[in-house]
């Protein structure tokens, strides 16, 4: 009896594994036209790895704190099509010149910036920001690795014109995030 119960514990592993393996698996720099449905955009050579940590410049009186983790199997949706990725998140504290936090998504999962495409040859990574309060500042950021301990920054805001409509009224609709070409020094 417990041979049997061994048997189909096996059989059906084989069956989920076998299923699940027929996503197709594709290199972290695939464009995003070539990405079918449901596939998985992995970075086999952990080509991510090298920008993970903690940076920290400082731009106009202010002290910006950039914290990038790596994730698995990011779940994408876009240009009507769905797939998985492994993507750096970021987060970041801003401070002013007196210390003073005036932005923290640490905590925030709801604000979304997180890598969406790889240029190996650039040793660049391309970022999606959905911005903070009602979408401010949303944009793409580029990251591109100098050396071992930095990162320049290019930040491109694409609409930081706020709907008076859509945004409850007090809310702060400022842009922390620098739009200036920085680099960043890992701590």
């Known amino acids: 009896m ?5 048997n189909s514990i096996a059989v059906f592993g084989l069956f989920i594994c076998f299923i699940s393996c027929k996503a197709q698996t594709l290199p972290l720099n695939t464009a995003l ?3 079918p449905n449901n596939a998985y955009v992995k970075d086999f050579d952990n080509q991510l790895a090298p920008f993970i940590g903690t940076y920290k410049a400082n731009s106009q009186g202010k002290e910006i704190i950039l914290i990038i983790t790596k994730i698995d199997n990011k779940l994408e949706i876009r240009s009507k ?3 998985f990725r492994d993507a ?3 987060k970041y504290i801003i401070k002013n010149s007196l210390g003073q936090i005036l932005q923290d998504t640490t ?5 979304e910036f997180y890598s969406i495409d790889f240029s190996a040859g650039q040793n660049k990574v391309g970022f ?3 911005g903070t309060n009602c979408g401010v500042g949303w944009g793409d ?4 690795k100098i050396n071992s301990t930095q990162l320049s920054w290019a930040y491109y805001p694409d609409d930081t014109i706020i709907d008076s409509n859509k945004c409850p ?3 702060d609709i400022n842009i922390y995030l620098p739009q200036e070409n920085l680099i960043f020094t890992k701590q």
């Open 2 to 6: 417990k041979t049997i119960i061994y």
């Open 33 to 35: 036209n070539n990405i």
């Open 81 to 83: 099509k769905q797939f």
């Open 88 to 90: 750096l998140i970021v």
């Open 107 to 111: 905590n925030d999962d709801s604000v």
């Open 128 to 130: 999606y920001y959905g």
């Open 141 to 144: 950021v580029d990251l591109k």
């Open 169 to 171: 009224s007090g809310i």
